[in-house]
């Protein structure tokens, strides 16, 4: 009668258990390196995404008037959120502040597969240092995430990259040239066929000829990065290849450098990133899109009105890493799992509720009939629940002051006295009654 | 430079620690009783809440129209969501379907003291079950909630009335009377002078002396609702007067007796309750709002299309529930926390980045220095974060082969060999190199 809105989605049970198996993982390796969660609204004035994301998210807000006359947007990303919040508090926070969360966002977009206009989000932030250590730090966690998910580097790759290389360069070409134009042509370069590149470079200022030097000095490997800095000259390049190679060597010490492969042609989308940018793809290729990515954002906090605050971040999103987990044979089982099902026949509701209540206080995932139901029904329901052990609470059995425990695997059944149950035992299986 | 948008609301880390344990407490103690997280969009069709909601809830609807011409609106509750749902799947779930989900939700009304436009609330329901004990498990679960979060029978009381009590009181009344408009009345009849109850109850078809003794039989005690049955006379009173009393009976045998009062003048504001409904509320009167509430509604899935699937759930949110638990102290500490803080004093960043990964592998919270600071920024900060111990690991020490130990509570700081360290200890502390 009703139908759900298109690019939405509905999460049942034994999905969910999936995905929360997911989420709590992703969020328990961040937890471990100090980063701290935090809530954060689904809307903000829509005036914040106009003035300070790239034209395409733009494009694609969910905004409209409220009744009040705010012209908002529902969030697209966090990261002009935690700008603004940065900055309202900016004296009072310690620094470095070491921020996550995971939340759904929204943007219209054409869903497909990996694409949905409803997605969740894990964003991890540092603010506060300049250092890269702190660059390193994020591609640690990202790499632990995926780790602690039952990946390796057989799995999974960090495409590194750096904007002032890929700004210091296009400076170095004589003319008028668009930069951020041609960064977001870079971006689409790996989507798009080369004439059409080279197109769109073209039409952020470059000749043809200029498109094509371009284009081979990004193919370098990492040592060639020297040849940059000759090309160019500069001391922008000079030191934005240092900055790069001293965050692989942090990458080094924190165990994670061989995830990370230099590839210049990533860019990432946004106009907000100013240093290190990194994209992680499924190493198979099977997954053809970037899995997320993340990077050094130096001049947001300063644009949002703040004192200058360089930043660093990545964001994984369910959708992209659900591929990449299902790709690689780790995504869990999608089932639901249940400790005891309490069974009642006849009129026992006293004694199994005292038994689920105590089952419960030592910590199990306990249900018990609520809908009056025959025992072969009570029987199927626990068994589509998934329960360990059944607890048979009957009246004939309560004569004798016992109850029955059947063992969902084996089938094996043992009396227990009533009295006894579950007494001293937190998780009592059959074999302790026997 | 950029405002929040009003009634919305940012949490920083340490009331966000807070919140998580809050979080956390609710839904484990809803686990325990085997419901199943699902999760759920934030939008849906507009017309969902237009045909299923009160009109209140309607008059607050964040709705817009979309990119594509949809008139879609933000969800301001679950239920009409979760009926959507059990109504696209009813065939494939086992009954009974016990769900829950924790989300934000929105509505546009003027904020006050625990209210929000954007509030998050835990949802928590039974689909498929007519019985008494499912409105029973319903009302256990919640107390077990309170009682798990701190609170006892001296903080908070659960106001249980019956829809159908009211209905069909209203209904032995002479004359047209608007059913839902009457309990609309009553379930503002707390927070209005009586004159102007009464007044509400005539505009809903009732003469001045039928509202007077409407609002005499609501005052009952537990032991006089025969004379509601006497009054009425009807089938349908009878019958709602022994669910509701098989319902407080189950909640004898569930253990929660104790914090159920009957309060017939308890409506609840939504037009799809049918059964049992129930406010809670801060025993001693200081947090003057109902806490949370939930209820009965048989009719709602049919209404979506479905089969006749009976219904009964409720809804704690966070800013009652904040206020209730503040009020009886036993609001969590607003504080973070951090296991180890490894500092670094030279160039010895691959051996503590080694030891920090080391006791993160052990499930421990690890900060360690990103940001090139002094020992005593660093101290600070390590202060700041609340770290159990520091981790010294200096260039002088190393050239001993060790590390220093410090005790942050005490100050006191011990040497350890830096190839024990961690060494099999999963979480350290100062005594074990003493």
Redesign the interface.
Known sequence: ??????G??????TE??A??QVFDEVESTV????F??????????A??YIDKSGEEIVDEL?S?????G?H?A?TPELT?TVA??V???QQE????I??FSTR?F?R?EEPQQGRFR?FYQTNVD?F??A?P??D??ILAVAA?MLRNLGLDAEDFEFRVSHRDILGGLLEAFEGEIATQQAIRAVDKSAKIETAEYHDLLVDAGLSYEQAREFDDLLDVDEDELDELIEFAGTDRIDEAVTNLRNVLA?AE???VREYCDLSLETARGLDYYTGVVFECFDSTGEVSRAVFGGGRYDDLIES??GQPTPAVGFAPGDATLSLLLQRAGVWPEEE?S?DYYVLQVGDT??VA??IA?EL?EA?????T????RSFGAQM??AD??NAETVVIVGERDLENDEVTLKDMESGDQVQAPVSEFPGEHDRPTIEEFE
Do not use: C, H
């Open positions: 009668m009703y139908e759900r809105i298109k939405f989605r509905d999460f049942y049970p969910m258990q995905r929360r937890r471990g390196y100090g701290r969660e935090i809530g954060t609204p689904a809307m903000e004035d005036q914040l969910y409209f008037e409220d009744k009040g705010r908002v529902l002009p603004r919040m900055v309202a508090k926070l310690s620094k470095p070491k921020w759904p929204w219209y409803e540092i506060g240092s250092e250590s702190a390193a730090e632990d942090a010490d924190f165990g949002f009105g639901l249940t509701r006293p509720a005292r209540r419960r910590g199990n995932v306990v249900e009939d609520v809908a009056d199927n329901y589509s629940v």
